[in-house]
Every structure is written in structure tokens, then in C-alpha cells.
């Protein structure tokens, strides 16, 4: 018999009775559901649930026996040193011994769920654990076996570890703890960070990859300590601490290194751009989307379109686009950022020289919608629990608290002067009860908290139930689109008087506003694609004919008398096509191409400049005086 053979199974023979009690473990497991009256499918998943928890806790008494036993205890006594008195290795010595004790726990753990499993119809294949929270993974009763094992075999090891650490006596007890202390530290705010940033895809890789290590730097850990220490109690100590502390610190490092690098990203890291808003004023826009390299994470940056300069807005879950709302003069911008501990409103005065992310001190219950600044930035509402709240944003001095009924998808509202602030309300649209209509209410500000309705200055009243509708940018007007029908009509935003009725096609797919108000609408249809103006009565002053481009995005209008559109020779994907910039004349009609990208922003910058992307992540400038792009360089 060789020397491994031969201390595999002695040291498996003198804790052999462990499997008998394991065994009655399990088959007591088996009874539980039995004792409740139950019979079936549900006795099955009752019995694989107490067999996975009472595995679990056996597993982890036997890890902690056979943790101080296996090696540190006859180190410690000084009976270790009957082994090496026969010629074998350090390594056949460590291999027997530790191979023996994990034997052992993982043929325990098995016995304790193995009557479960052989009961089960399902043969253990069905969910045992569903977690609420959708990014941790759905676990059956194998995936949850493995994982408690695993799980025992670290604590096997760290019972090893605390035992041959505190029987040394060592003053090297101190370090040891020290260690214990920056891993953890770091390796729990690295994990922490990625939490808080809802990098939930790098969580769990980085907390699966780091207990990978932890389990393969104990077991090195371990096998070090032999090979070196040998008998010496001290000697042990030593090497156990050098070759652990040592590798287990830079993993952290790296781990908290990579979560950094997760919700740290860059302009460059966008691969599509999902949203991009402008400020009314100045030369600020926001641009979001999905990022290079991290899951389902999408990140939000605010970029100044005359100097390039660039400001981290956060990143969140990609299907949950933050939304950004900008001041009318352009100098401030907030946000809603959803963290774990709830939501938090964020800001950045754009300008001040170095700008910067600050969190608002504003809190709230529940879930907030629609950030919406005022005029100058000075007040910010938000909607909670059917009210609207008003903010100082600044100080997070709550002024105002409005009753707002309509559902968050059929309420708008828009800040009309720096201390008014308008709501229009929809009803009876598609699954909306009453009479179809559009009620329109102010408020003013500072009111105070606990103040009353808004009060009603207008009604649009509608006949079609279903309907979409748009609010412009002021307040002034309001588009209804009729579904049937395609017919838009346009309202005073104040009084709900008509202004008009545009009479078009379905095949129109989009509307906006001009400067003049009169009003550009998209046609794509299956013979015809193009541009139609409409002034506010619904007479057609103009149209572009475009059919020879497939894909059709209506753009900024740089000056008075001109738009600019993005067209494509395909019509999907839109954002992925080499697109022609095309310039059209109000005045003239006339059709000319200005150059190669599509439209990020609806609306111009200062001086008519429109910001373009030529690429996921790039961007340039269009000028209206020089017709050419310059490209936007992010510093």
C-alpha cells in the first residue's frame, strides 16, 4: 500500500462513524413532511428544503471538527511528527490527511440530501430557491448542494486556518488579523460599490470569482504550511500567513480595482446610444446608453458640445434610462439616480468651472417620477404617491406638496414662468375611465407643504377614447394624435381653445413643433416618405419628397428656415446605418445633403449648432454659417 493510501484511510477510518450519523440525518429529513400532514409533490419539495437546511448545518459542525482535527490539532500536540518518521513527502502527508477530511464532509453532505433526492420525482430538478431579486440566479435542489458545499469546504478550511493560527501563540497573530481586516475591507466595498451601482452582472461574477479564490487560496495556503512548516508549530505559522495574506490581498486588490473600472466608464465606452436630451439653452447635452464590457449596465454623461468636457452622470440598470431634466437657461440639470437605499436626486450647476455630480439633501417616500427644474434651476418637482413635491434644490426645503390624480403616463407638466408651474391631465384614453379629455390646472410657488389643488384654468375636450398626446417645451401647445384615425389636432396649452386640425394619413409618424409653430411632420409610408408643414390651422404650406431613403429621422432646426434631417438607404437598424445628413429649405424647398451622421438632439444649440453622432460613442458639431462637422473631442 503507498504512504498516501495508507493515511487516507487511517484518518478516514477514525471519523467513519460521521457518515452513520449523517445518514440518519437525512432519513429523519424524510419524515418532516410526513409529521405535517403533507403527501406528493408537496411533501417532496418540503423534504428536499429541510434536507438542503439541515445538510447545510450538519455539513458545516462536521467542517468545523474536521477543520481542527485534520492537521492543526496533532500539529499543535506535537503528534504530527509520527507521520514524517516514515520517508513520505509533505505534499503525500497533506494530500492524505485533507483528502480523507473532505471525503468525508462531502460523502456526509450527500448522505444528508441523498434520501431527498432519490424521493424526489423530479430527481432534484426543480427550483428549491427563487430569489425576489431577478439578477441572482434561480437554484435547483443540485445547484444548492454544490453551493453548501462549497461553502462547507471554505469553512473547513478556515477552521484549519483559526487553529493553527491561535495555537502558535505567534506575536505574527497581529498581522494575521491585519490581513483579515484590509481583505475584507476591501473585497466588501468593492462588492458593495458594484451593489450601490446596480452592476449586478459584475456582482455576481465578482463575488463568484473571489470565493473561487478564497477556496484555492486556503487549499494553497495549506499545503504551503506543510511543505515548509512541517512540525514546527511557529515555522507553520509563518508560511501558512505568507503564502495566504499575501495572494488573498491581491485579489482583493483587483477585485476592487475592477469594480472601480465597472461604474467608472468613459464616453468611449458607449456601444449604442439609447437616449440623448439638450438643454434649452448653452451648449449642453446628455447622451446614455449600453456600455462595453459590463452586462446589463448603461451609463448617462452630460457633454459640452463647445469644449468637449464631460461629466459622469452614474450608470443604472440598461433598461432603466435616467432621466434627465435641464433648466430653461441651461446652467443647471437634475436627475433621478434608483440606488439600493432608495432614490436620490442628483445635480450639476453646469456652470461652474469644474463642474460636478452633487446629491440634493431632498427625501421623500416611495417612489419618485418626472424630475422637472424650474426656469432658473431654482426649484425642482418631482412626483410621489399622487403628489406633486416642489423643492429648493439647493437647501432640499420642501415649498410645495400638490394632489395630482391622473396615473404617472397620463400626466404632464411644464414650468411656464419661474414660480408657475402647469399640470394637464388625461382621461378616458383607451383604459382610462370618464369622458375623453384634457384638463389643464396651475400652481404657483412658494405655496407650502400641505397646500391645495392646482387651480383649473382650461379643458381640451376630445371625442376619439384613444389617443397619444405631446406638451412643447413652453407649455403652449398641445398635439393630439387621434389612433383610428391619424388626425392631429392642435390646443392652446393654457385655455384648451383648437387651434387647428391637421387631416393627414396614418402613415405620418411623428410631429414637432417649429419656430414659427407651425408644425413638421414625418411621413413614412409604404409609397411615400418625406417632410409635411403644416402651419397651427392644418393648411399644408410645404413638403419635401424623400421616398428614395428608407430610414427617416426628423432632426434639429438650425435657423428659422431650415430643418435638418438624417436619412438612410435602410430603414432598421436605425441607429447603425451610414446615414446622409440633408438640409431643407422652408423658404425654397429645396433638398441638399451637408454631410455624413444622424441627428442626436431635436433640438439646436446655441448660434443654430446641432450636435450630430457619427458614431456609438462619437459626436461633432454641425454649423449652420460654415455647414461643416467638427468633431466633439471628450476631455
Known sequence: MSAFAAIFSREFRLRRVLLIGALAIGLMSLAIPRLQGQTGAIAAETANAAALLIGFLTCSIYALILGSGAIARDLADGRLGFDFVRPISGLTLWAGRIGAALTLLSASALLVVGPALLTDPKGGGGPVWAPAAGWLP????????????????????????????????????????????????????????????????????????????????????????????????????????????????????????????????????????????????????????????????????????????????????????IKTDFSNDGKSVAWLALTPRGTEVRWVDLSAPEPRVETAPISFEGVAEEPSLSPTGRWLALRSDRRMLIFELRTGRLVASVPVTADWDALRTRWIAEDRLRFWSAEGNVSLGGEPRISIAETHVPQGPGSGAPASVGTIELTARGYAWYVNLDGGTVIVRELKTGRRRLFDGRTGAELGVIDAPQQQSGAILLADGSVAVLVQGPKSRGLAIYDRTGVLRRSFDLRSAKGLLFGAQPTPTTILVSVAAEATPLVRTARRLILLDLATGGIREVGRGWIAAFEALDSGVTVVRTGPATFARWDPATEMLKPIVPR
Open 138 to 321: 434561480v437554484l435547483n435542489m443540485t445547484g444548492a448542494f454544490v453551493v453548501g458545499l462549497l461553502s462547507c469546504w471554505v469553512l473547513f478550511f478556515l477552521t484549519h486556518l483559526a487553529t493553527v493560527l491561535f495555537a502558535s501563540r505567534s506575536a505574527l497573530l497581529g498581522l494575521d488579523l491585519a490581513g483579515l481586516l484590509a481583505v475584507g475591507l476591501l473585497a466588501g466595498s468593492a462588492l458593495e460599490r458594484l451593489h450601490r451601482n446596480w452592476a449586478m452582472d459584475a456582482f455576481g461574477v465578482g463575488a463568484a470569482s473571489f470565493f473561487a479564490f478564497l477556496l484555492l487560496a486556503l487549499t494553497g495556503a495549506s499545503l504551503v504550511q506543510v511543505l515548509f512548516g512541517r512540525t514546527d508549530l511557529v515555522r507553520s505559522h509563518r508560511a501558512l500567513s505568507m503564502a495566504l495574506w499575501v495572494p488573498l490581498l491581491l485579489g482583493a486588490f483587483a477585485l476592487d480595482a475592477a469594480s472601480r473600472w465597472v461604474v467608472s466608464p468613459g464616453l468611449s465606452d458607449l456601444v449604442r446610444t439609447e437616449s440623448v436630451s439638450k438643454a434649452p439653452a448653452g451648449t449642453w447635452f446628455g447622451v446614455g446608453g449600453d456600455l462595453r464590457g459590463r452586462g446589463a449596465l448603461a451609463g448617462q454623461f452630460l457633454v459640452d458640445a463647445a469644449t468637449g468636457r464631460v461629466v459622469r452622470q452614474g450608470v443604472s440598470i440598461s433598461n432603466l434610462t
